[in-house]
């Protein structure tokens, strides 16, 4: 390219929107997707597209394509790390289904992508075109191989001069791809070219100013590449919102909650994928006089939080399933001596080591469950990222309550999704009391359980008068340890009790649809986004489908098993295991069902049917859709 | 002699506490149990030290050791078996204004529990920690400890135990951030006194390993040192203990060991005969955890208020120029 060319070129660039030669067709929404080897920024890139979709005023929803190791070999089909951007008219609530458009660094992590079915038939992919000239004849044959194969398969494949174009303004081309990236599919999605360098500098605000500008070079010299060479351009329609939002994925927004609650201590073991929502908090709980401590482990991640409880304001320690399963003993002695506890889950693929980096929601029944003895404890599942905000405030306010463990469950898709919630006003009822510190009168017991609810006021050190000891083993009001049979059942039954109690203040949920119909699906947890679209896209058709969204399951609200019964039939969807009924060996007698449905025939007596999905990642709504349809059709 | 006026108002307003102050219930510990004397001489303390009842939590784990807290009339905390440091280090970053103590076992401490030992030494937290070390488990009835000696027959090694035992001080003196190690006999009351009081006034983790005897299954274990004195090394120094001259005369077999020589104190350590009875190691300047992160900072509704606006601020879209002003 000419010099002079290319100086046009920026300054048509700088014109921004004003210069498109071709008109945008409008989309609903695309589902683009951006991936590389780990460490070529493809992730930042995505995560840029998306806030400016955001500030544009679109729907966005964002999938993470991580890789399970940290650094696998370039090129590799495995490797494939990156980012999924699902950006809409409206608000988005889930990933979607297959991607429209693909930007492949390669074409060994596209291959992987492609192989997943994660590609839509007919996808437009931008790929990368520096290895047909690779020393390597190898490499320039998979290329030259590939290219064909995509091409041959249906694929729309542009080739990009990605490297070649970013040497010409930094040395370490490979560095900047991604932000070349984002200035060409600013360019394709007809974003403005401001509000994209606005993000730029946001993005990279705590380096210096060189950093800024040499990137904001790059993001114009892609978008200028976008304009002059590709024959197509969309545009989705957005309005702005009118309220101020916050763009946060779903661990950022739990360890903002926590700031929110007035939760005082997070103990905690470093875990993926819980453990960014700790490094968040580490970066700004201090500020507020709060402290995360890295324990040596979760066992004594919980119990630290535990003690922390026990003598001031409700702690909260925060894992994942394998930390989940090491904190049970810690989490049954919180029961029994009835010390509020907020335990947070962010389930991942299991058992044991499983898929760390994928999304699974396989820990409902040993949440619930778990532990040992008769030990009941709150169960809540987050269904959104704003949810994972509002939903520590109330585990807080629940477990001081009651003083009992509450164990919220997110999951990996939800860790990482990025999605825009109003921003939260703050509220002062949102912040604990401080640790009571006033004299306990004469005759007062520790453990003095209330008849009907079970509840018993909590006494705590410092608190003149009320001295005594707290103790795992069974004991009598006093907390004097007892073995008789009539006060250990006093002690169960009250434990017990404050189930019911949290149970009577509990809302029955909506229905999402008709109150009635021929199908009900039933979910909870992150799926929630998935299941109402792919209900809605059934309505539209005519078909009687309605959802039902659990945020309780231990207790489950009142009026759920009147809601069941309106139905026909009734569906969980889950992203768990479930065993098929096409399996040889499987049949009702011996069936395992999703944790869900087991729970909802055991207490409802209604005949729930499941289907679920654990290939690791988020559930697309196509799949529900097929599922639930099938499930309509049973029996016709 | 007269009192003066501004002492005698102090007094008043200042509750003296008795012993009974600090006593609850009948301790379930069999007769002639070392326990009896460890709780007599932490009774002892507290009542010496004046400490508030309400503001002082003892935090043990599960054997027979842990049943201490219920002995005692301030608040407490019978946890869950080995998991007695990470509950403890929990209450007192809540609550630094808490007298914290620990008691813990040798299975509790050096066995279920060695993860969280090892790393409460690191942590360096201000609290009391008395490891009642009788060599075997007691509450399950008999089996052998981490500190149990070779040859020991119990019920899960009946034909005598192989494994060399472990040893708590050797153990803890290793360990990076260290701060205070002592060693008392439950027969010695008078200086099994002292040596927790050093601790109570020591800033960090004082760790005191108690040789204390279990009648019940281990009836012999310790007749040779009752026996014989001079298995017994007193340690002396001006900033360690001073045995009175009673004491003296029985215990002639003395050295004077400064608490600050931490390479002395590894090689009087590895002593299991005599067995080392003081103030082995003592470093006053080893920083607390709670102190380095800040506990007990008050923390006010407007903090939290304005540190969440500002996390806000990071990741808001503002519907108009002029919250884009306000973010900037
Ligand atoms: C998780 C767990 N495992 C095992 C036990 C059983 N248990 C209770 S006390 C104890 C050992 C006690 O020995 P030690 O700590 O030396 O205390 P001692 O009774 O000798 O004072 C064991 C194994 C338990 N309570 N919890
Ligand atoms: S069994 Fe041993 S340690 Fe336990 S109370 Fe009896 S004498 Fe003491
Ligand atoms: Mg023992």
């Known amino acids: 390219m000419s010099e002079t060319a290319q100086l046009d070129r920026q300054a048509q660039a700088k014109a921004g929107a004003a210069t498109r030669a071709k008109p945008a067709v409008n989309l609903p929404e695309h589902i683009v997707e951006v991936i590389s080897d780990s460490g070529e920024g493809a992730q930042r890139c ?52 297959e991607t429209d458009l693909a930007v492949a660094f390669n074409e060994q992590v596209l291959l992987g992508r492609v192989r997943a079915g994660e590609l839509k038939p007919g996808a ?7 290895w047909r000239e690779h020393r390597d004849p190898a490499i320039v044959k998979s290329y030259n191989d590939t290219l064909a194969a995509l091409t041959k398969s249906g694929f729309r494949v542009v080739e990009m001069p990605l ?26 999605y007809s974003f403005d070219l401001q509000l994209a360098r606005d993000q730029v500098a946001l993005t990279f605000g705590k380096k210096d100013r060189s950093v800024i500008e040499t990137n904001v070079k790059l993001l114009e010299a892609g978008f200028a590449w976008g304009e002059a060479n590709l024959d197509f351009k969309y545009a989705i329609p957005a309005t702005k919102s009118n309220v101020a939002q916050v763009v946060t994925n779903g661990n950022t927004a739990i360890a903002l909650g926590v700031l929110a609650s007035g939760m005082d201590i997070c103990a905690m073991y470093p875990i993926t994928p819980a453990t960014s929502a700790s490094h968040y908090l580490s970066e700004c709980f201090e500020k507020v006089g709060g402290m995360v401590h890295q324990a040596e482990d979760e066992i004594a991640a919980c119990a630290f939080a535990i003690g922390a409880s026990y003598a001031g304001r409700c702690a909260v320690t925060i894992t994942s399933g394998p930390g989940y399963a090491l904190k049970q003993e810690g989490i049954g002695l919180a029961v029994m001596a009835e010390i509020p506890l907020v335990v947070v889950n962010v389930q991942r693929g299991g058992p044991s080591t499983g898929q760390p980096t994928k999304v699974e929601q396989g820990d409902l029944l040993t949440s619930v469950y778990g532990s040992h003895g008769d030990a009941p404890k709150v169960v809540m599942a987050v269904s959104g990222i704003e949810d994972c905000f509002y939903s520590m405030i109330t585990a807080r306010k629940i477990a001081e309550t009651f003083n009992m463990v509450v164990v919220v469950l997110s999951d990996a898709s939800l860790a990482t999704a990025q999605a825009p919630f109003p921003r939260p006003t703050f509220s002062e009822e949102w912040l604990a009391p401080p640790v009571d510190q006033s004299p306990i009168p004469e005759g007062a017991k520790p453990y003095d359980w209330d008849a009907v609810t079970g509840i018993a006021r909590r006494f705590s050190p410092g608190q003149p008068g009320g001295m005594h000891t707290v103790t795992g083993l069974a004991h009598d009001r006093m907390s004097k340890v007892a073995y008789d049979p009539q006060t250990n059942e006093e002690g169960l039954r009250a434990r017990s009790l404050k189930l019911a109690a949290l149970q009577k203040t509990l809302k029955t949920p909506p229905v999402f649809g008709d109150p009635e119909g021929d199908l009900l699906v039933v979910g909870w947890g992150s799926t929630k986004g998935v299941i109402e679209e792919s209900v809605e896209r059934m309505r539209a058709e005519g078909l009687k489908v309605s959802a039902l969204h659990l945020r309780f399951i231990q207790p489950l609200p009142s009026g759920i098993g009147e809601i069941l019964r309106r139905f026909r039939k009734v ?47 988020p559930i697309k709504p196509g799949n529900v859709v097929k599922a639930l349809r099938a499930k309509l059709d049973e029996g016709k | 002699m007269a009192t003066p006026l501004s002492q005698s108002i102090i007094k008043l307003h200042e509750e003296r506490h008795d012993l009974e102050d600090y006593q609850s219930g009948v301790p379930r510990w069999c007769t002639g149990c070392g326990d009896n004397a460890i709780l007599a001489a932490v009774q002892r303390l507290c009542r010496d030290e004046n400490l508030a009842p309400e503001k002082t939590v003892f935090v043990s784990g599960i054997g027979c050791s842990s049943r201490f807290p219920h002995y005692m009339k301030t608040y407490g905390f019978h946890g869950i ?34 993860a969280h030992w090892i790393h409460a030494l690191r942590y360096n937290m201000n609290m009391t920690v008395i490891l009642h070390d009788n060599h075997v488990y007691g509450l399950t009835k008999k089996q052998a400890s981490p500190t149990s000696p070779v040859g020991l027959k119990s019920n899960t090694t009946p034909r005598g135990s192989v494994l060399e035992p472990l040893n708590p001080l050797t153990v803890t003196l290793g360990v990076a951030n260290v701060s205070f190690v002592a060693q008392a ?45 001079s298995k017994t090394l007193l340690l002396t120094h001006d900033n360690g203990l001073q045995p009175s001259a009673d004491l003296g005369r029985i215990y002639k077999n003395q050295r004077a060991h400064d608490p600050l020589d931490i390479h002395r104190a590894r090689e009087i350590a590895s002593s299991e005969d005599p067995i080392p009875v003081g103030i082995l190691y003592q470093d006053p300047k080893v920083p607390c955890y709670e102190d380095l992160r800040g506990a007990g900072k008050p923390r006010t509704v407007e903090a939290v208020r304005k540190g969440l606006d500002a996390e806000f601020d990071k990741f808001t879209i503002w519907p108009d120029e002029q919250g884009q002003e306000r973010a900037a």
Not at chain 1, 580 to 606: F, G, H, K, P, Q
């Open chain 1, 46 to 97: 995505g995560q840029s597209l998306a806030s400016i979709a955001a500030r544009s005023g679109n729907g966005i929803w964002t999938v993470e394509i991580i890789p399970a190791e940290i650094q696998p070999p370039a090129r590799s089909v495995a490797g494939a790390s990156g980012i999924r951007i699902r950006i809409g008219s409206k608000e988005v609530t889930n990933g979607g289904d």
């Open chain 1, 124 to 130: 437009t992919i931008l790929l990368e075109s520096i």
């Open chain 1, 163 to 188: 490297e070649k174009e970013c040497r010409a303004l930094m040395t370490d081309a490979r560095r900047g791809k991604n932000m070349f990236v984002l200035g060409m599919l600013c360019s394709i």
């Open chain 1, 571 to 617: 569906i969980a969807v889950e992203g768990g295991w479930g065993d098929r009924l096409e399996d040889e060996l499987i049949d009702a007698d011996n069936r395992r069902y999703t944790a869900l449905a087991m729970m909802l025939r055991s207490r409802y007596l209604v005949d729930v049917d499941c289907w679920s999905e654990a290939r690791g990642q």
């Open chain 2, 81 to 114: 078996h080995g998991r007695a440091f990470p509950i403890a280090e929990g209450v007192k970053m809540a609550r630094p204004d808490l007298n914290v103590f620990v008691n813990t076992g040798d299975g509790d401490c050096c066995s279920i529990g060695a």
């Open chain 2, 185 to 229: 006999v439950d027969w010695i009351p008078e200086l099994m006194y002292e040596i927790v009081s050093k601790a109570f006034h020591h800033r960090g983790f004082s760790f005191i390993r108690v040789i204390q005897r279990c009648p019940e299954f281990l009836p012999k274990m310790f007749e040779p040192w009752l026996h014989d004195p």
